[in-house]
């Protein structure tokens, strides 16, 4: 027990390093675990919740090296033993029934040359990881929930920055908020904003209606347009104020056209923080594209 939860944990760090070197694929959507274990830059094992019950129930194996998945483990009663076990010759579309039935991991020995490559994925994992595919289902179920998390930040980090790049990029911004008396929205243009410390900020005058109007009703939503991709964006969420002086001189040392109205001290300078803010990027010929941040 000891020596497997040693070598648990140097494959944790392994991969938590990996995580932080971007070696790690994202597939597919939150409930889905792309991992590059051997940092080529193809994938090689896949974890899945399918049943999206925060346990893994399918582990898919690429055991040719092509970054296709061959070899599907799947558990579908949840006890922990894969119960179905699929292979395909090549890549992942034409599977093949391979063993059907609780604690089937095992009995696959008699299945000939098709075996070898489910031995040749524990070969992998021994030889590189000093772990069996039971220890790893077992580690990346209780590590989960953090992997996850991190995935997440991941994502988040990269969209977060795609909108803050495209809101750059056009300059001006329609941000549109509702009106105290809760019946007219209202909208104007607007070009501050600013990415810091993992947020996205945008800024105003606490005198401004758009200021009370915020403080009354955080739910916002704004509009840009850049004529050069004839790409628009649309982000909806709320707006947060955050008094901290750091972060509004950072917008000013961004927009130093501000400082002759604004100072980082001043009772007026407002900056405000999207929270559970989702965008979208659309276009004319492409499906739309969302991020949440
Ligand atoms: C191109 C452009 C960019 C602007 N950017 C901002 C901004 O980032 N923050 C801001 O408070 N006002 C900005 N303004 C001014 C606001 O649009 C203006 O003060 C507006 O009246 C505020 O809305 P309100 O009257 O509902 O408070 C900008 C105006 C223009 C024309």
């Known amino acids: 027990m000891n020596r497997l939860s040693g070598s648990l944990r140097k494959a944790k760090l392994r991969i938590m390093k990996d995580l932080e070197l971007r070696k790690l694929l994202v597939r597919c959507g939150w409930n889905e675990i792309v991992l590059d274990l051997d940092g080529d830059g193809s994938a090689d094992v896949c974890f899945s919740d399918e049943r999206g019950d925060g346990d893994i129930d399918t582990i898919a194996i690429d055991l040719t090296g092509d970054g296709e998945f061959n070899l599907y483990l799947h558990d579908a009663d949840g006890n922990g033993i894969p119960d179905t076990v699929l292979w395909a010759d090549d890549g992942s579309e034409e599977l093949e029934l391979l063993a059907f039935g609780s604690g089937v991991e095992r009995e696959l020995i ?54 803050a790049c495209f809101l750059d990029k056009v300059g001006t911004y329609y941000l549109a908020t509702m009106d105290e008396d809760g019946k007219h929205p209202r909208v104007r243009p607007f070009g501050t904003s600013l990415l810091f410390d993992g947020k996205l900020y945008i800024q105003t005058g606490k005198v401004k209606n758009v200021s009370k109007q915020l403080a009354a009703n955080p739910y916002m939503e704004l509009c840009a347009f850049d004529s050069e991709s004839e790409k628009w964006l649309r982000i909806t969420g709320e707006l947060i104020n955050d008094d901290t002086i750091e972060v509004k001189r950072a917008m000013l040392e961004k927009n130093p056209g501000l400082k002759a109205m604004y100072s980082a001290e001043d009772d007026n300078t407002q900056v405000l923080y999207f929270k559970d803010a989702t965008a979208t990027f659309y276009s004319f010929t492409e499906e739309p594209e969302v991020i949440q941040f």
């Open 110 to 163: 008699d299945i000939g040359a098709r075996v070898r490559n489910l031995l040749l994925a524990e070969d992998f994992l021994n030889e590189e990881f000093n772990m069996s595919l039971t220890d790893l289902s077992g580690f990346m179920k209780e590590h989960l929930a953090e992997l996850i998390e991190e995935v997440n930040k991941m994502v988040n980090a990269e969209g977060i920055d795609k909108v």
